[in-house]
């Protein structure tokens, strides 16, 4: 079995949506160049990862706000270049800018698509803001009519935990695996714990929700629990929650800057080099970024 290496590439940190909960959206955060990509890639290959799998995740911000160009030349580049590691490819994204010739580019790829919704419609543009629920089942549908696999992440925060039944009765009554995933303290808001799951809550949310699952093993499927399951049976971790991802997981940023992971985007003391500057393993470990973690 190969070694899974991640690579997060950040096209922008801009976002046309306004989450309440957000920390990773910078308005003017300028948008990756091509160059940038291919820079990327031959970074990668420098550092000798036989024996790698890699996945490619394009995140944001926005990553859609890049443009079907940028997504025309990047993936091939990133195909070709990495094609000793046998790369698949993935996207986290809102869906607003979604567009049919965006769509076929991915389906050619055989991307699958990550999006948000938090529930219900109300639920949703509470904390995501208004419109938002409409506009990211636009964008599914245009993402679906293309042969794309599209899957939803539900934020819980400490408001919409109070409403956990209705949440979950709404994945399951429309057909859609429950990936859910705790609003966390951010490091960049005045307020860090305004809408942050405490930790007593959210393992009181896997409890309710590992009962669901059993109980409607037949309707719903609830990755986390999955996760938590497979953690048990095999005695590894295998998502970055329950595993040290260190040297495995990197997040390149608009400007080609390396991070340990897209959490830390745009913040300079996580900086660890850059993909134009092309580091070696032992320059990536004695920044100052590798140290703090």
Not at 10 to 23: F, Q, V
Not at 236 to 246: F, L, S
Request: glycine content about 6%; hydrophobic content about 35%; some cysteine.
């Amino acid at each position: 079995m190969k070694t899974p290496f991640h690579i997060m590439i950040i096209p922008t940190l801009g976002c046309p949506a306004n989450c309440s909960y957000c920390w990773s959206s910078e308005e003017t955060s300028p948008i990756m160049t091509v160059d940038t990509v291919k820079k990327t890639a031959e970074w990668i290959q420098s550092l000798n990862l036989e024996g790698y799998q890699a996945t490619v995740t394009f995140h944001g911000g926005e990553p859609l706000l890049a443009g079907a160009d940028f997504y025309r030349q990047s993936l091939p580049i990133l195909a070709d270049g990495l094609k000793d590691l046998n790369p698949v490819f993935a996207i986290q994204t809102n869906l607003w800018r979604m567009t049919p010739e965006i769509a076929r580019i991915l389906a050619e790829y055989k991307i699958p698509v990550g999006s948000s919704l938090d529930g219900p419609k109300d639920i949703t543009d509470i904390q995501r803001g208004n419109g938002y629920y409409e506009k990211t089942l636009a964008g599914c549908k245009i993402a679906q009519d293309a042969g794309l696999d599209v899957r939803f992440i539900c934020t819980f925060t400490k408001m919409s935990f109070e409403r956990k039944e209705e949440i979950f009765n709404f994945f399951m009554e429309n057909g859609m695996p429950l990936k859910l995933h705790p609003a966390l303290p951010s490091i960049r808001s005045s307020e860090p714990e305004k809408y942050a799951l405490p930790p007593e809550k959210y393992g009181e949310l896997l409890v309710y929700l590992l009962d669901k699952a059993v109980l409607h093993i037949d309707r719903v499927e609830i990755l986390n629990i999955n996760d938590l399951c497979r953690c048990v049976f095999t005695r590894h971790g295998n998502v970055c929650t329950y595993a040290d991802c260190m040297g495995t997981t990197f997040a390149i940023g608009p400007d080609g800057s390396i991070y340990p992971c897209y959490r830390f985007s745009g913040m300079e003391d996580y900086v660890m080099g850059n993909v134009h500057d092309s580091p070696s393993w032992d320059d990536l470990k004695e920044s100052r970024a590798w140290k703090l973690m």
